[in-house]
């Protein structure tokens, strides 16, 4: 295994931000952590990147112990943080070189794992760090925590706030990375993006729902949904909370996904109440649910 975590468990001044969580990570896997703000993503990412202490548990990162091992694990793990992490006032080159110094190596030494993603930053490699795009500058520190060839590599919520294009073109970067054998645990709130993922854990308020392949989770939601859709969705969404059988409505794009409480659910009876209620162009149609709405459920 690449990573192991056994009953990790962590408070804050009593305040509980992850409870006995267990998984493990596979070699060469790359695995997902699925969750919303605050779930407790950041803090797993400290602990087995050896920056904090757990309270409970063990863990370990390429089977060095992360309280034992600690100095092995830095040198054998890549960790790109939330918060964009780099020297703004270094120029692209100068972050770049700083990484690769401070763990004893050289950009020629390494160029190879990152040549791909270095060569979209090099025309601006003499810019400063923080005058570069979102985009650029996730592409940056990816390069910064790849410098030293690590056998796992760390990514919390790579993608915040970059645009859809170059979203895209990260998880594209991993999928070549993985090829490369490098194991990967990478956090995010996007679910298209869980979906890329080999296997993934959905994590809120500091405990595990569920751990699968992405395919397999979204089997584990056993009810039937609904697509609905009609002229105002507004209005829409306040008539189906307001319609006594209902288990779930949740807003989806341009539909609602919505569920019964009945056995013998008929869609007809629903379009009936919903044509009571001055809703036009009203369409009921059976989906299949997504990694969002087994997150839902599961977080209720
Ligand atoms: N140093 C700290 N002191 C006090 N509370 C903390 C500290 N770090 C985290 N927490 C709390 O622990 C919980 C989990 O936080 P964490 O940052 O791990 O979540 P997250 O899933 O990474 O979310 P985000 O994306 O917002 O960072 C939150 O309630 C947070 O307020």
Redesign the pocket.
């Known amino acids: 295994m690449s990573i192991s975590v056994n009953n990790i468990s962590k408070s804050?001044?009593g305040?509980t931000?992850?409870k006995n969580i267990s998984f493990e990570v596979k070699k060469g896997e790359l695995f997902g952590l699925i969750?919303?703000?605050?779930?407790?993503?950041?803090?797993?990412?400290?602990i087995l990147t050896t920056l904090l202490i757990p309270n409970h548990g063990e863990a370990t990162v390429v089977d060095f112990d992360i309280i034992k091992d600690y100095k092995s694990i830095r040198n054998n793990v890549g960790y790109m943080p939330?918060r964009f992490s780099l020297y703004q006032d270094l120029t692209v080159k100068e972050n770049l070189e700083f990484f690769a110094t401070i763990f004893g190596t050289t950009i020629e030494k390494n160029y190879d794992l990152i040549k791909d993603i270095y060569v979209q930053i090099e025309p601006f490699k003499d810019r400063r760090a923080g005058k570069l795009s979102g985009g650029m500058k996730q592409k940056l520190a990816l390069c910064c925590a790849l410098i030293h060839k690590p056998k796992v590599l760390f990514l919390?919520?790579p993608t915040t706030g970059v645009d859809p294009v170059s979203r895209k073109e990260f998880w594209e970067m991993l999928k070549r990375l993985q090829n490369k054998g490098i194991t990967m645990l990478v956090?995010t709130?996007y679910m298209d993006e869980a979906a890329i993922c080999d296997r993934i854990a959905l994590?809120q308020d500091?405990e595990m729902l569920e751990i699968d392949t992405p395919k397999k989770i979204v089997k584990h939601y056993s009810k039937t949904i609904y697509n609905v859709k009609a002229n105002n969705m507004y209005q829409l969404i306040k008539s189906l909370k307001s319609y006594q059988h209902n288990y779930s409505v949740y807003p989806f794009g341009e539909f609602v996904h919505y569920t019964d409480t009945r056995t013998d659910f008929s869609p007809i009876d629903l379009q009936h109440y919903l044509t009571s209620k001055n809703l036009k162009n009203i369409s009921i149609e059976i989906t299949q649910a997504t990694i969002e709405d087994t997150f839902m459920e599961l977080a209720k």
């Open positions: 804050f001044k305040k931000a992850l969750g919303p703000d605050g779930a407790g993503k950041t803090t797993l990412f400290r939330g919390d919520e956090s709130p994590i500091g």
